[in-house]
């Protein structure tokens, strides 16, 4: 036990001691729990912390507001207390019982060049497959430039063959190389040909603890972003849930051609990343009525020009 002067007390045992305190006419027994008997102390000593964390357990363990308006203000009575209420924040039973997690300190800064972190994520299976029987979809995003990209799985285990088509092709745009990955504990996205490619390349594995889901926060954002975006096109197209799949792809397009706040002013995640401005002109409503011309060379006589067709989405890499 450490004193006020720095020094230490040995202390033996410890155990409940009982004493007995007159007040005015009455005699009054109090049991204090969890005393630490020291033989070399010169005095007895007596926490009044201590004393005051009694009231905070006969409340419940209560807040500590709480508790305090109710020994300082007039809301019950049978007590008594004058002086000040000070309380320690150390409850072990309310740091079991109801002490929310510490949210995690983010320093909400961008790495400095693209390519050099990329956080990733799959999202899925969802109980409705789309028209060519994918399931989930995987999800990679430039830490730099915010700029997003998906593919939609038939599994998880799919997520290797899609990395590796990303990695070249944003190397290449970027002049850099990736440096590390940010992900949670996926087996998909740690272990297997995915951790041997990172592995091989020097590429560091940032992996956050198991249900840590804000140590994933950037990526998790997006998906949310992502998903809510797909719903409001299906609700406003009146298109069936086997459709999410075009949806997705369509809001994640989207992502990348408008303003987000990790960018400077007239920035876009396009343009950091293609070095040119988006021309939007060719934007139409997703889910609307469309015609599509059908080639003269596979025109049959007095056949139709083109088919009508619904609207789903665009191609990242079409010649606009």
């Not at 899925?124 to 430039?145: Q, R």
């Not at 040909?193 to 603890?209: D, K, W």
Request: charged letters at 15%; hydrophobic letters at 40%; one cysteine or more.
């Amino acid at each position: 036990m450490k004193t006020a002067d720095c020094g230490v007390l040995e202390t033996l045992v410890k155990g409940d001691v009982k004493v007995r305190l007159t007040c005015g006419t009455q005699s009054i027994m109090l049991v204090l729990r969890d005393c630490l008997h020291a033989p070399s102390a010169p005095i007895n000593l007596i926490s009044v912390g201590a004393m005051q964390e009694q009231w905070h357990c006969c409340l419940g363990h209560l807040g500590i507001d709480v508790t305090r308006a109710i020994l300082t203000k007039n809301y019950a009575t049978g007590v008594d207390w004058s002086g000040a209420v000070n309380f320690s924040d150390h409850c072990i039973p309310c740091l079991i019982g109801k002490h929310p997690q510490q949210p995690y300190s983010h320093n909400h800064n961008c790495m400095s060049a693209v390519c050099k972190l990329l956080h990733m994520d799959t999202c899925g299976p969802f109980p409705v497959l789309t028209s060519h029987k994918k399931s989930s979809f995987w999800v990679i995003l430039n830490d730099k430039s915010n700029y997003g990209h998906i593919v939609v799985l038939a599994a998880r285990n799919d997520v290797y063959d899609a990395y590796w088509k990303v990695e070249s092709p944003w190397e290449a745009k970027s002049g850099n190389h990736v440096v590390a990955v940010h992900m949670d504990g996926a087996k998909e996205l740690c272990l297997g040909h995915l951790e041997e490619h990172f592995t091989s390349c020097g590429i560091a594995m940032q992996v956050t603890a198991p249900y840590a889901h804000s140590q994933n926060g950037k990526i998790e954002c997006y998906i949310r972003t992502i998903k809510d975006g797909f719903q409001t096109l299906l609700a406003d197209s009146g298109l069936s849930m086997t459709f999410w799949g075009d949806t997705a792809l369509t809001m994640n397009y989207f992502r990348n051609w408008v303003p987000t706040l990790t960018l400077p002013n007239d920035i876009t995640p396009c343009e950091e990343m293609e070095h040119v401005k988006p021309n939007l002109a060719h934007l139409w409503v997703w889910g609307c009525q469309c015609f599509v011309a059908i080639p003269q060379e596979l025109h049959t006589k007095g056949g139709p020009c083109c088919f009508e067709a619904i609207f789903v989405g665009y191609e990242d890499n079409c010649i606009r």
